[in-house]
Nanobody, 122 residues
Framework: HGQLVESGGGLVQPGGSLRLSCTASGFPFSAYVMSWYRQAPGKERELVAGIRRVGSNTTYADSVKGRFTISRDNAKNTVYLQMNSLKPEDTAAYYC???????????????WGQGTQVTVSS
């Protein structure tokens, strides 16, 4: 059974930086699309950034473009989210997601981490 463990959250001042990490186990990490989502109190969970299995094919929410960078190290089964120029509105619980759909059976596999809190405040 797959597991995702996030780390790196915390309290940071506006304009500061944080790097989130998500380490996977129990499934073939390199085959999965990896994403970061976030959920602020009273709001729906939203996609922040995603990265495909290989290469530099990435996607970002408009609100984080130019400030956040997603990357992955398949040798370490880890995906990262580098967050720069943080704003108070980036405050949320950040969740790591692993997604795979079989092209043969169309079965979807989804794993979620437990979340890590990011608070941007002076």
């Amino acid at each position: 059974h797959g597991q995702l463990v996030e780390s790196g959250g915390g309290l940071v001042q506006p304009g500061g930086s944080l790097r989130l990490s998500c380490t996977a186990s129990g499934f073939p990490f390199s085959a999965y699309v990896m994403s970061w989502y976030r959920q602020a109190p009273g709001k729906e969970r939203e996609l922040v950034a995603g990265i495909r299995r290989v290469g530099s094919n990435t996607t970002y929410a408009d609100s984080v473009k130019g400030r956040f960078t997603i990357s992955r190290d398949n040798a370490k089964n880890t995906v990262y989210l580098q967050m720069n120029s943080l704003k108070p509105e980036d405050t949320a619980a950040y969740y790591c997601n692993a997604h795979y759909q079989s092209v043969v059976t169309t079965t979807v596999y989804d794993y979620w981490g437990q979340g890590t809190q990011v608070t941007v405040s002076s």
